[in-house]
Protein backbone atom coordinates (compact mmCIF):
# COMPACT_ATOMS: atom_id res chain seq x y z
CA UNK A 1 0.00 0.00 0.00
CA UNK A 2 0.94 3.62 -0.47
CA UNK A 3 2.89 4.87 2.70
CA UNK A 4 3.44 8.78 1.65
CA UNK A 5 0.80 10.35 -0.91
CA UNK A 6 2.09 13.62 -2.06
CA UNK A 7 -0.21 16.11 -3.14
CA UNK A 8 -0.45 18.07 -5.43
CA UNK A 9 1.19 15.99 -8.32
CA UNK A 10 2.16 18.79 -9.75
CA UNK A 11 2.30 22.91 -8.55
CA UNK A 12 3.19 25.56 -11.21
CA UNK A 13 4.24 28.97 -9.71
CA UNK A 14 6.08 32.64 -10.01
CA UNK A 15 9.29 33.12 -8.66
CA UNK A 16 8.71 35.11 -5.25
CA UNK A 17 5.78 33.02 -4.84
CA UNK A 18 5.58 30.33 -1.87
CA UNK A 19 5.16 26.83 -2.62
CA UNK A 20 3.30 24.48 -0.48
CA UNK A 21 3.64 20.49 -0.67
CA UNK A 22 1.61 18.04 1.47
CA UNK A 23 2.27 14.50 2.60
CA UNK A 24 -0.18 12.18 3.91
CA UNK A 25 1.19 8.60 5.04
CA UNK A 26 -0.65 5.49 6.90
CA UNK A 27 1.13 3.63 9.73
CA UNK A 28 2.96 5.28 12.70
CA UNK A 29 6.92 6.48 11.83
CA UNK A 30 10.21 7.77 13.20
CA UNK A 31 10.49 10.00 11.07
CA UNK A 32 9.56 11.94 8.02
CA UNK A 33 11.96 13.33 5.76
CA UNK A 34 11.82 15.30 2.33
CA UNK A 35 14.08 14.93 -0.57
CA UNK A 36 14.32 16.55 -4.60
CA UNK A 37 15.57 15.24 -7.38
CA UNK A 38 16.34 17.06 -10.02
CA UNK A 39 16.08 15.36 -13.85
CA UNK A 40 14.96 12.10 -12.63
CA UNK A 41 18.75 11.38 -11.12
CA UNK A 42 19.85 11.35 -7.52
CA UNK A 43 17.92 12.64 -5.18
CA UNK A 44 19.06 15.65 -2.23
CA UNK A 45 18.24 14.88 1.32
CA UNK A 46 16.07 18.44 2.52
CA UNK A 47 15.13 18.36 5.93
CA UNK A 48 14.15 15.35 8.32
CA UNK A 49 11.20 15.58 11.14
CA UNK A 50 11.10 13.20 14.27
CA UNK A 51 7.97 12.15 15.00
CA UNK A 52 7.76 13.59 18.29
CA UNK A 53 8.50 17.30 16.58
CA UNK A 54 5.70 19.72 14.98
CA UNK A 55 7.82 22.10 12.77
CA UNK A 56 11.30 22.22 11.64
CA UNK A 57 12.67 25.30 9.26
CA UNK A 58 15.75 25.01 7.50
CA UNK A 59 16.78 28.08 5.35
CA UNK A 60 13.80 28.63 2.74
CA UNK A 61 12.27 25.65 4.38
CA UNK A 62 9.72 24.89 6.58
CA UNK A 63 8.31 21.71 7.61
CA UNK A 64 5.47 20.77 9.89
CA UNK A 65 4.40 17.48 10.86
CA UNK A 66 0.94 16.61 12.57
CA UNK A 67 0.91 12.78 13.61
CA UNK A 68 -2.49 12.66 14.68
CA UNK A 69 -3.64 13.59 10.96
CA UNK A 70 -0.22 11.32 9.78
CA UNK A 71 0.05 14.21 7.32
CA UNK A 72 3.17 16.75 6.64
CA UNK A 73 3.54 19.72 4.64
CA UNK A 74 6.93 21.14 2.75
CA UNK A 75 6.86 25.26 2.48
CA UNK A 76 9.26 26.69 0.05
CA UNK A 77 9.05 30.33 0.90
CA UNK A 78 10.51 33.54 -2.01
CA UNK A 79 10.94 30.72 -4.35
CA UNK A 80 13.64 30.55 -7.20
CA UNK A 81 13.37 29.45 -11.04
CA UNK A 82 16.03 27.04 -9.52
CA UNK A 83 14.03 25.18 -7.30
CA UNK A 84 11.95 23.87 -10.39
CA UNK A 85 12.28 19.75 -9.39
CA UNK A 86 10.29 16.77 -8.04
CA UNK A 87 9.98 17.19 -4.35
CA UNK A 88 9.34 13.45 -2.73
CA UNK A 89 8.43 12.53 1.61
CA UNK A 90 9.81 9.43 2.32
CA UNK A 91 8.64 7.61 5.38
CA UNK A 92 10.45 5.49 7.92
CA UNK A 93 7.97 3.56 9.88
CA UNK A 94 7.99 2.49 12.98
CA UNK A 95 6.26 -0.45 12.85
CA UNK A 96 8.10 -3.92 13.15
CA UNK A 97 10.55 -2.70 15.83
CA UNK A 98 13.84 -0.81 15.82
CA UNK A 99 14.39 1.01 12.59
CA UNK A 100 17.23 0.89 10.92
CA UNK A 101 16.15 3.56 8.26
CA UNK A 102 14.43 1.97 5.79
CA UNK A 103 12.44 4.61 3.70
CA UNK A 104 9.01 4.55 2.14
CA UNK A 105 8.74 6.67 -0.57
CA UNK A 106 5.96 8.66 -2.04
CA UNK A 107 5.03 9.37 -6.12
CA UNK A 108 6.17 13.00 -5.70
CA UNK A 109 5.21 16.07 -6.13
CA UNK A 110 6.63 18.27 -9.60
CA UNK A 111 7.30 22.21 -8.94
CA UNK A 112 7.73 24.40 -11.73
CA UNK A 113 8.91 27.86 -10.94
CA UNK A 114 8.66 30.32 -13.53
CA UNK A 115 11.03 32.92 -14.08
CA UNK B 1 34.83 8.86 -1.99
CA UNK B 2 32.70 12.43 -1.06
CA UNK B 3 30.32 11.16 -2.25
CA UNK B 4 27.75 7.96 -3.40
CA UNK B 5 28.90 6.88 -7.02
CA UNK B 6 26.97 4.28 -9.16
CA UNK B 7 28.24 3.16 -12.17
CA UNK B 8 27.40 3.09 -15.20
CA UNK B 9 25.11 5.83 -15.55
CA UNK B 10 23.14 4.56 -18.23
CA UNK B 11 23.27 1.42 -19.25
CA UNK B 12 21.26 -0.64 -22.60
CA UNK B 13 20.67 -4.25 -22.75
CA UNK B 14 18.78 -7.00 -25.01
CA UNK B 15 16.47 -8.53 -23.10
CA UNK B 16 17.90 -11.09 -21.50
CA UNK B 17 21.01 -10.21 -21.23
CA UNK B 18 22.40 -10.12 -17.53
CA UNK B 19 23.47 -6.89 -16.06
CA UNK B 20 25.42 -5.51 -13.36
CA UNK B 21 25.20 -2.19 -11.52
CA UNK B 22 27.77 -0.74 -8.95
CA UNK B 23 27.31 1.29 -5.89
CA UNK B 24 30.14 2.79 -4.03
CA UNK B 25 29.42 4.21 -0.87
CA UNK B 26 30.26 6.81 1.32
CA UNK B 27 33.14 5.74 3.16
CA UNK B 28 32.14 4.57 6.97
CA UNK B 29 28.30 4.52 5.78
CA UNK B 30 27.41 0.90 7.06
CA UNK B 31 23.96 0.96 5.63
CA UNK B 32 23.30 0.74 1.81
CA UNK B 33 20.17 0.61 0.09
CA UNK B 34 18.76 -0.20 -3.36
CA UNK B 35 16.17 1.47 -4.79
CA UNK B 36 14.67 1.34 -8.13
CA UNK B 37 12.29 4.31 -10.23
CA UNK B 38 10.23 3.25 -13.06
CA UNK B 39 9.60 6.29 -15.41
CA UNK B 40 7.58 9.30 -13.51
CA UNK B 41 7.08 7.08 -10.02
CA UNK B 42 8.16 7.82 -6.55
CA UNK B 43 11.16 5.02 -5.54
CA UNK B 44 10.24 1.48 -4.66
CA UNK B 45 12.58 -0.25 -2.02
CA UNK B 46 14.77 -3.03 -3.15
CA UNK B 47 16.88 -4.13 -0.40
CA UNK B 48 19.13 -3.01 2.41
CA UNK B 49 22.65 -3.68 3.68
CA UNK B 50 24.10 -3.36 6.66
CA UNK B 51 27.87 -3.77 7.02
CA UNK B 52 28.09 -7.01 4.32
CA UNK B 53 24.75 -8.57 5.24
CA UNK B 54 21.33 -7.77 4.29
CA UNK B 55 18.64 -8.17 6.71
CA UNK B 56 16.30 -6.85 4.62
CA UNK B 57 15.67 -7.99 0.81
CA UNK B 58 11.91 -7.97 0.99
CA UNK B 59 11.81 -5.61 -2.07
CA UNK B 60 13.33 -8.04 -4.72
CA UNK B 61 11.25 -7.97 -7.41
CA UNK B 62 12.02 -11.68 -7.89
CA UNK B 63 14.45 -14.34 -8.27
CA UNK B 64 16.66 -12.73 -11.52
CA UNK B 65 17.83 -9.77 -9.18
CA UNK B 66 19.98 -10.00 -6.18
CA UNK B 67 22.85 -8.32 -4.71
CA UNK B 68 26.12 -8.50 -2.35
CA UNK B 69 28.48 -6.31 -0.59
CA UNK B 70 32.00 -6.70 -0.06
CA UNK B 71 34.61 -5.24 2.57
CA UNK B 72 30.85 -3.16 3.67
CA UNK B 73 31.68 -1.33 0.66
CA UNK B 74 30.91 -1.36 -2.66
CA UNK B 75 27.75 -3.32 -3.57
CA UNK B 76 26.49 -4.59 -7.13
CA UNK B 77 23.03 -5.61 -7.93
CA UNK B 78 22.89 -7.94 -10.52
CA UNK B 79 19.63 -8.76 -12.96
CA UNK B 80 19.52 -11.85 -14.75
CA UNK B 81 17.78 -12.65 -18.19
CA UNK B 82 16.63 -8.89 -18.11
CA UNK B 83 13.01 -8.41 -19.26
CA UNK B 84 11.81 -4.94 -20.65
CA UNK B 85 10.07 -4.14 -17.35
CA UNK B 86 13.22 -3.65 -16.07
CA UNK B 87 13.92 -0.71 -17.34
CA UNK B 88 13.96 2.18 -14.78
CA UNK B 89 16.52 3.94 -12.71
CA UNK B 90 18.30 1.89 -10.33
CA UNK B 91 19.36 4.25 -6.79
CA UNK B 92 22.12 3.65 -4.42
CA UNK B 93 21.73 5.22 -1.34
CA UNK B 94 24.40 4.82 2.20
CA UNK B 95 24.00 6.10 5.59
CA UNK B 96 25.70 6.55 9.09
CA UNK B 97 23.23 4.05 10.96
CA UNK B 98 20.10 4.95 9.00
CA UNK B 99 18.49 7.59 10.88
CA UNK B 100 19.64 10.95 9.75
CA UNK B 101 19.10 10.86 5.89
CA UNK B 102 20.38 9.40 2.78
CA UNK B 103 22.63 10.16 0.48
CA UNK B 104 21.64 9.18 -2.62
CA UNK B 105 23.94 8.38 -6.13
CA UNK B 106 23.17 9.77 -9.47
CA UNK B 107 21.42 6.19 -10.32
CA UNK B 108 21.88 3.93 -13.64
CA UNK B 109 19.34 4.39 -15.78
CA UNK B 110 18.92 0.91 -17.06
CA UNK B 111 16.95 0.42 -20.28
CA UNK B 112 16.01 -3.00 -21.86
CA UNK B 113 15.68 -3.34 -25.27
Known amino acids: SQQGEEDPQALSIQEGENATMNCSYK?????LQWYRQNSGRGLVHLIL?????REKHSGRLRVTLDTSKKSSSLLITASRAADTASYFC???????????????FGQGTILTVHP | GAGVSQSPSNKVTEKGKDVELRCDPI?????LYWYRQSLGQGLEFLIY????????KSGLPSDRFSAERTGGSVSTLTIQRTQQEDSAVYLC???????????FGSGTRLTVV
Open chain 2, 93 to 103: ASSRQGTNGYT
Open chain 1, 27 to 31: TSINN
Open chain 1, 49 to 53: IRSNE
Open chain 1, 90 to 104: ATDSAAGGTSYGKLT
Open chain 2, 27 to 31: SGHTA
Open chain 2, 49 to 56: FQGNSAPD
